[in-house]
């Protein structure tokens, strides 16, 4: 076989290598237990969103439907989980809920992923006045307490499943951003990065060529553990009160739980359920993020 025949060009081996990383990192994830449950706990649940309207009839969540139903039924045969204070099947709105809360917790991660990491790696190597000015919004940010400022902006903004995950995005990257900013400081004293400045790069292309790989491992890590966050927040302004009355999720079935009493009845079915589905979520992908920050950097798994 000739030498021309079995060359590489840079863009093959760019792809066999990012390949290779992929397959060491699920190497080493299938052998942490932590981190395996929790990926198999989002999988699970991930199915069961993508799944719901063959789980349930979406008519179900319709007040009219439990019109002829028992109002706070145990769970049966015919209702799984029971029924709510107005007869409508708690199941049902489990599921349906799953849909909503993911899709804010997702959505919100990626808006503050993008903005944290925008404002990190700009403020991380650019030096003067604009990377001062971001890092005073970024302090900002931290200082303000956010479940306030989500509030508010909910109330002015709207309370839609989409606008509650914007909000909850813009109240949350500031700390995406200081992580990623600390990386990149690090990570411009290198010599490679050097090298680029010295042969005449400019700052956008040492900043996506040479930065933006070295800082995208602990992103990744960085926001399966921003997730939890944005549900558990989607959750607690859904409680309060300040969620989309339109759509079902967690949050929206303990609000309706806690308003009808079905503590002080003993209800369980009622409230337990949410509960415990927001627990094992934001369980799940804090286990699967800490196993990513081991996998990623080898010192804190003692390496």
Aim: hydrophobic share 50%.
């Amino acid at each position: 076989m000739s030498i021309e025949a079995v060359q590489v060009s840079p863009r093959q081996m760019t792809w066999l290598r990012r390949r290779r990383a992929l397959l060491r990192v699920w190497r080493e994830l299938r052998h942490d237990r932590s981190g395996f449950t929790g990926l198999l706990l989002l999988v699970f649940f991930g199915v069961v969103a993508a799944a719901a309207p063959l789980i349930a009839d979406r008519s179900e969540l319709l007040a009219a439907a439990g019109r002829n139903n028992p109002d706070l039924a145990a769970p049966s045969a015919k209702f799984l989980l029971g029924t709510d204070d107005i007869g409508r099947s708690v199941l049902s709105q489990l599921v349906w809920g799953s849909r909503v809360s993911l899709f804010i917790g997702l959505l919100a991660t990626v808006v503050a992923v993008v903005i944290g990491s925008t404002v990190g790696l700009i403020s991380g190597y650019v030096k003067g006045r604009v990377g001062s000015l971001l890092l005073a919004i970024d302090d900002f940010f931290l200082v303000v307490p956010f479940l306030p400022l989500a509030i508010v902006l909910a109330v002015i903004l709207g309370r839609s499943p989409v606008t509650l995950a914007l909000v909850i995005g813009f109240t949350s990257w500031a700390g995406s951003a200081r992580l990623v900013r600390a990386q990149v400081l690090s990570l411009s004293e290198r010599g490679y990065v050097e090298r680029a400045r010295a042969l005449g790069a400019n700052s956008r292309h040492v900043i996506l060529r040479h930065v933006l790989p070295g800082v995208a491992p602990l992103i990744i890590a960085n926001a399966t553990l921003i997730v939890p966050g944005a549900i558990l927040t989607e959750s607690t302004l859904s409680f309060l009160g300040f969620g989309d009355r339109l759509s079902p999720s967690w949050g929206k079935l303990l609000d309706g739980a806690q308003s009808s009493g079905s503590i002080t009845l003993n209800a369980w079915w009622y409230y337990l359920p949410p509960g415990i589905c927001i627990i094992t979520v934001v369980l799940a992908f804090t286990l699967f993020g800490r196993a990513l920050e081991r996998i990623f950097d080898p010192r804190l798994a003692g390496r």
